[in-house]
């Protein structure tokens, strides 16, 4: 008998810990820290040794990791993104292609870029849909944010053929899947430009802060600009390779970086175990009926702390859902807040109402833009869709062989029962 029916859980001890990149905090953080602090050095461009700042280090080994020529540190995903459109000459009457399902800091980004986000579909990969991103470029249509969510890695391949072949630029945000690959290469090199995130939420975390990789020398240079609207009088080498022009104060601190740096030399650990703590688990329930697994472009480089996969409709994913809470572990819904309000489109509010921070001169309005994009909350009806029948469970690396079984056992018990 299922648990919410009076039957015995299959859990009762508590589930896994909220946060993947703070659990893995040990001397190797505290060390960092401090030694920035016996340096007291914790601005980046103060005084000799640039390029041995803790940034400048953290930079290099992203540019290792994603096989890139250049990287730039900043102080968030949100700040990455910017720098990496405005790197990339994208502004006022452009458009850029981004998916229905993720954070709202990527449609943020393009609007703050002065730019106009065009929101498509996504498919069972709840990653973007490769051929509603076609369908949806116009004349004004100047580049493309494929999201690598929940670890997930797009489908890079139709994505980047099409973005060539339409001569768009393509800005990867991978947020929310550092660490992962696509075909064996690390996720963030495949674009024009490459955006990661180091919030707390993340696998890698420095507090806040992002990076920006790419190969191009002057989306570098442009985007070092405008991520320190000072950084010519720094002395950095970027700053003299593009004309200088007003920009923000993105700087990333020491501290920040120090952290990064810490928490990055474990990634490919932390990693490895997510890939093996899934693969149990999908291998336990593959087989069952009734439900589907969410479609991997590449398991091998998926980031692996999430798993997902769907009922036939929305009510029967509502009442699978509860039951399997109900057997001891929690999941997420878009019916329980589980797929966050914040990363489906019908929740970006000052968007979908075209609204800037004045009534004046907003990105659709100003005389730049000569495109007509319209916005509606049943625009994606496939996206909706998709998430309304959607259950996703998180996964840490902590998990034990009995975690496992108990995540297989009570999906299991609550398919047998209702799917």
Aim: aromatic fraction near 8%.
């Amino acid at each position: 008998m299922l648990a919410k029916h009076g039957g015995t859980p299959v859990r009762t001890k508590p589930w896994i810990p909220p946060f993947i990149s703070t659990e893995e905090f040990d001397g190797t953080e505290k060390e960092a820290l401090l030694n920035v602090l016996n340096k007291k050095r914790v601005f980046r461009f103060y005084g000799q040794g640039l390029g041995e700042s803790e940034a400048a280090r953290l930079e290099q080994l992203y540019r290792e990791r994603t096989g890139t020529r250049y990287a730039l540190a900043v102080n968030s995903g949100t700040s990455a993104l910017v720098s990496a459109l405005v790197g990339a000459g994208i502004g006022p009457g452009d458009e850029v292609i981004v998916p229905g399902y993720t954070y709202i800091a990527t449609a943020a980004a393009v609007l703050i870029a002065r730019a106009v986000p065009v929101i498509v579909e996504i498919d069972d990969t709840l990653t973007m849909d490769p051929k509603a991103f076609e369908a949806a470029i116009t004349p004004y249509t100047k580049a493309v944010i494929p999201v690598h969510m929940r670890g997930t890695p797009c489908q890079l391949e139709e994505i980047l053929e099409i973005a060539k072949r339409r001569g768009l630029l393509v800005i990867e945000d991978v947020a929310q899947a550092n660490g992962g690959a696509y075909r064996g290469r690390a996720l963030g090199g495949w674009g024009d430009a490459g955006c990661f995130s180091f919030q707390q939420y993340k696998v890698v975390t420095s507090g806040e802060g992002g990076m920006v990789v790419t190969n191009n020398p002057r989306i570098h240079a442009r985007a070092s600009v405008y991520h320190d609207c000072a950084i010519s009088f720094w002395g950095v080498a970027p700053a003299d390779r593009v004309d200088s022009f007003p920009g923000e104060n993105y700087r990333m601190s020491e501290l920040q970086a120090a952290l990064g740096l810490a928490q990055s030399g474990r990634l490919d650990a932390v990693v490895g175990r997510l890939r093996e703590v899934k693969r149990t688990i999908v291998g336990g329930i593959r087989s069952l009926e009734g439900i589907t697994l969410q479609r991997v472009p590449d398991s091998d480089g998926d980031v692996s702390y999430s798993l997902v996969f769907y009922l036939p409709d929305s009510r029967r994913a509502a009442a699978f859902a509860d039951c399997l809470r109900a057997e001891g572990i929690p999941n997420g819904t878009i019916h329980n807040n589980g797929f966050a309000d914040r990363h489906i489109y019908v929740n970006w509010d000052y968007v979908l109402e075209k609204r800037g921070a004045t009534p004046h001169d907003t990105p659709w309005s100003c005389a730049s833009y000569k495109g007509n994009v319209q916005y509606s909350r049943d625009m994606c009806p496939r996206t909706l869709d998709l998430l309304g029948r959607a259950v996703s469970l998180s996964l840490h690396q902590s998990m034990t062989g009995e975690d496992c079984r108990d995540a297989i056992d009570a999906i299991r018990k609550v398919a047998k029962h209702l799917a």
